[in-house]
């Protein structure tokens, strides 16, 4: 037809694949332009005949379409000779038929040829109008949230008169019953409160049995006092620590009144400990624990630093989640805290970006959800569902917005000692 066509890149191509600029007749751009959505197909058309065939439109594709006052043409074809079109705007002027969603393609009427021209510079936006397209792009994003789902918790707290006041003193005691004490307990008031069913052994060793009782959890998890839930809570937390304790997590209890964490305990020669795990469409590895070396004096380590989280339970509509925001743990040896780690801490969370938070935040959730086969089981009081996301019709084109900043903190982290990031997911 001797017009111009600019094809959409591919990244942003959602609901239209390119433009038509009209050209005059010595082949000058007039300036004028028309939206095109191109839909082909090698074999028959829809309720196809000699002389007609139908093509139903995507809701969302239409609804884009009909955006804007730019002028809008849908083009079928069937390679490499066949190609019809309507304007969209006309066609699905009244609502009977845009409820529809149905064009009806007249095989001579409709064919997209050379003499179509006139038509198209008829339709066309003229060069004084203000021209305005449509609204961004749809796309289907996941969102990903930093909650995880309590699934189940144990049915009964049972509780009972001790004569033990200090965790400690009780915790020693349970070292001479049995070779590796359970958690899942506090004291409170004289008493001791479980999951556990305390008229059994070890527990029954420690209290008076005679006193035992027990009440529903729900009484605490769906009450509205702060005293039951913060009770609830706490045992929660203790079934946590249970659950990763038994894959080599810690929780670290820092001075009252300051959120404590869970981080990776140190592997016994401490070495580098790497965890493997599944991001979102493949396997990976993930150093958890590892030596950094002073940048003064390379043959010298300066300090460890373990991949940890803050955990947080909160109720949400009625129902309970774990909140989970991942942070470090710095050491001298493995064990001892390292002076320096607040400034460690500091520098790090300044460095990160949202690629380096949202691959810890995946990982954790991944790990401590998926801890659980046939050789190692999970605790048995508390189940973590998989974590929440959300499908949405909408979103941004990582192509069209991302700077540079990814790269930056890739380097940065580096230069810090190194840290995977999940960039490209």
């Not at 969209?88 to 179509?116: L, M, N, P, S, W």
């Not at 049995?178 to 479980?194: A, N, P, Q």
């Not at 949400?316 to 050491?331: D, I, K, N």
């Not at 190692?376 to 998989?386: P, Q, S, T, V």
Request: charged share 30%.
């Amino acid at each position: 037809m001797g017009h111009l066509w600019t094809p959409t890149r591919p990244s942003s191509d959602a609901g239209t694949d390119g433009y038509i600029e009209l050209c005059d007749h010595e082949g000058g751009a007039t300036g004028q332009i028309v939206q095109v959505q191109s839909k082909a197909s090698l074999g028959r058309f829809r309720n196809e005949t000699a002389t007609t065939f139908e093509f139903l439109c995507d809701e969302r594709d239409l609804s884009r379409w009909l955006e804007g006052n730019a002028p809008f043409v849908l083009i079928v074809s069937r390679p490499p000779d066949e190609a019809y079109w309507v304007p969209i705007k006309t066609y699905f002027c009244t609502a009977e038929v845009r409820a529809k969603r149905v064009v009806i393609f007249d095989k001579v009427a409709h064919a997209f040829k050379k003499d179509a021209t006139d038509a198209l510079k008829r339709l066309a936006v003229p060069r004084s109008a203000g021209i305005y397209t449509q609204t961004p792009p749809p796309r289907d994003e996941t969102l990903f949230s930093n909650l995880i789902p309590v699934g189940r918790y144990a049915q009964h707290v049972h509780f009972a008169e001790t004569t033990f006041r200090k965790a400690e003193a009780l915790i020693k005691e349970f070292a001479k019953l049995v070779e590796h004490g359970r958690g899942e307990w506090f004291l409170k008031d004289k008493y001791i409160y479980s999951f556990h069913n305390l008229r059994d052994h070890p527990w029954s060793q420690v209290c008076d049995v005679g006193t035992e009782d027990h009440f529903p959890t729900d009484d605490w998890a769906l009450s509205t006092d702060r005293e039951k839930t913060n009770d609830f809570v706490r045992l929660l937390g203790e079934c946590l620590r249970d659950h990763l304790g038994r894959r080599g997590v810690k929780f670290y209890r820092r001075k009252k009144g300051v959120r404590g964490y869970f981080f990776f305990k140190p592997t016994k020669d401490l070495s580098p400990r790497v965890e493997r795990w599944r991001a979102l469409q493949k396997w990976g590895e993930r150093t958890v624990f590892e030596a950094h070396n002073s940048k003064i004096d390379p043959k010298r380590i300066a300090y460890y630093r373990h991949l940890a989280f803050v955990p947080k339970f909160r109720r949400l509509g009625g129902q309970w989640f774990l909140e989970v925001t991942p942070t470090y743990h710095f050491t001298r040896d493995g064990q001892v805290p390292d002076r320096y780690r607040e400034d460690r801490l500091s520098t790090i969370k300044r460095i990160e970006k949202n690629a380096a938070v949202f691959a810890n935040t995946l990982f954790w959730q991944r790990f401590i959800v998926g801890t659980e086969d046939l050789f190692r089981k999970g605790n048995e009081f508390i189940h973590l569902a998989d974590p929440l996301d959300f499908r949405v019709g909408f979103g941004v084109n990582d192509d069209e917005w991302k700077t540079q900043a990814e790269e930056e903190e890739k380097a940065e982290f580096q230069e810090e000692g190194g840290a995977e990031l999940v960039l490209n997911l």
